[in-house]
């Protein structure tokens, strides 16, 4: 099979807004977007994305950033050809800290940008999650299974959330014809993670590189699909550009299945820490296993994942051991505090609401 790696864009002057650019995710689609010549609009409030994150792209011509909550209504005064929904705080760690905040996020927070794509003509890509399959009872798992979740359980800010922002995705396209993008997201991993996220993979190499122990839930025996940033940034992207009928949902994850127990020794190995294994009590719905099937992306949009998970365990070692040896201070999230529609220098005028 022939991979499609060239990614069709409207036009080369296009302007695209990443709700929730500052993070993880978002600030890698910041760069790569910028990288083939668009104008990036960035939208965070700071609640886990880190001003770190954009800093070198602050003084470029076609960037801005604006720290708003997604909550909240908005409405920008230039033309908007594309809209990157990724807002959300995406670790149990940081969700479950405002579980109605999360909830509200994913409903009010889509549907805010559902309303501007509405306004401006834009298409919208929503960034789901293969949370909302739940505890899986089929496996691997295919965008056609409805899932296994726990509405009332710990979880479910984030699980139903995401569920709820598939429906008004696809509530909005077929009552108002919005051109809509529905990616569900498997584990990814990658640098700019946050380093107290209680993440897999960032847990587990920070607590290598500081020599403590690797904290490992259960037995070890749970099996994820970790998915390097760069693999899922370009996923999302041919995803944003495929034809108007790929309306997804589709999974962008790789199908590389591996144990938590497994992921733990490979980072001891190339941490070459001599931390011990620490098995700790299960969390409450933690999914057992998890693998996405990635028919519709390999046919659709000609994508899988590049990256071998040696390579990017390395690549993300490498970042946060840099950033333990400078004894930079810790990435961790900034709680925002009402600061909507505030703007870097000042570059975007934010529409007056009445």
């Excluded at 070198?56 to 920008?76: A, G, M, S, T, Y």
């Excluded at 929503?126 to 296994?148: C, K, L, M, R």
């Excluded at 897999?200 to 020599?211: D, M, P, T």
Aim: charged share 25%; net charge positive; hydrophobic share 35%.
């Amino acid at each position: 099979m022939t991979f499609q790696t060239r990614i069709r864009a409207p036009r080369l002057t296009s302007t695209a807004l990443i709700a929730g650019g500052a993070g993880f995710i978002g600030s890698h689609l910041c760069d790569a977007l910028l990288q083939r010549g668009h104008r990036v609009i960035c939208l965070d409030n700071l609640f886990t994305g880190t001003i770190a994150n954009i800093r070198p792209l602050l003084n470029h011509p076609k960037f801005r950033f604006v720290e708003h909550d997604v909550r909240e209504p908005l409405d920008i005064d230039e033309p908007v050809d594309r809209i990157y929904s990724l807002a959300c705080p995406a670790s149990p760690r940081h969700y479950q800290k405002d579980p109605i905040g999360t909830m509200n996020t994913c409903v009010i927070g889509t549907m805010n940008m559902l309303e501007l794509a509405r306004r401006k003509s834009a298409r919208v890509l929503q960034a789901s999650t293969s949370e909302v399959y739940g505890d899986p009872e089929i496996h691997p798992q295919p965008e056609s299974y409805f899932g296994n979740v726990n509405p009332i359980g710990p979880r479910a800010c984030y699980d139903e959330g995401k569920r709820a922002a598939e429906t008004l995705m696809f509530d909005y396209h077929r009552q108002h014809g919005i051109e809509i993008k529905v990616a569900r997201i498997f584990n990814t991993y990658g640098p700019r993670m946050l380093e107290n996220d209680g993440r897999v993979v960032s847990n587990f190499i920070v607590q290598a590189l500081r020599g403590e122990p690797i904290t490992i839930y259960g037995r070890g025996t749970q099996t994820r699909s970790f998915c390097f940033v760069d693999d899922l940034v370009r996923g999302l992207q041919l995803l944003m550009e495929s034809p108007a009928e790929v309306t997804g949902p589709c999974n962008l994850g790789n199908p590389h299945e591996v144990t938590i127990e497994a992921i733990a020794r490979e980072v001891l190995s190339y941490t070459r820490s001599a931390s011990p294994l620490r098995f700790e009590a299960m969390p409450k719905d933690d999914p057992k296993r998890r693998k996405p099937v990635i028919d519709i992306a390999e046919r659709s949009l000609g994508w899988r994942p590049r990256v071998p998970l040696k390579d990017g365990l390395q690549a993300t070692i490498a970042y946060f051991a840099l950033r333990i040896a400078t004894d930079a201070p810790a990435l961790t999230p900034a709680i925002s505090a009402g600061r909507t529609g505030r703007t870097a220098r000042g570059r975007l005028t934010l529409a007056e609401r009445t």
